[in-house]
Nanobody, 118 residues
Framework: QGRLVESGGGSVQTGGSLRLSCPLSGFGRAINTMGWYRQPPGKQRELVAT???????DYGDSVKGRVTISRDTAKNKVYLQINSLKPEETAVYYC????????????WGQGTQVTVSS
């Protein structure tokens, strides 16, 4: 069984961009969906983007047009490209996958901090 470890977070200024990465090794072909979520300080965790294994994507309303979720099957990673970052998007960003052939199980990474300064 794999383990999700996000990378790519950091500090950027307003308007900047980041690309977050999440390796998918250890989960094989059992992955059904991949997603990115974020949790701002003092707030609930919210959806940023999801990618279903056959290619369909969905984005949170606040990020549509600025965010792209993608998967590199050769590198076995899922990415989140975020552009035009705003201070209110300061949060811990989490990678989540749902995997399993008979029973779908959610797996979460430990999160990576993104800080956007004004």
């Amino acid at each position: 069984q794999g383990r999700l470890v996000e990378s790519g977070g950091g500090s950027v200024q307003t308007g900047g961009s980041l690309r977050l990465s999440c390796p998918l090794s250890g989960f094989g072909r059992a992955i059904n969906t991949m997603g990115w979520y974020r949790q701002p300080p003092g707030k609930q965790r919210e959806l940023v983007a999801t990618l279903i294994s056959r290619g369909n994507t969905d984005y949170g309303d606040s990020v549509k047009g600025r965010v792209t979720i993608s998967r590199d099957t050769a590198k076995n990673k899922v990415y989140l490209q975020i552009n035009s970052l705003k201070p209110e998007e300061t949060a811990v960003y989490y990678c989540k996958i749902t995997a399993g052939f008979e029973t779908a199980i959610d797996y979460w990474g430990q999160g990576t901090q993104v800080t956007v300064s004004s």
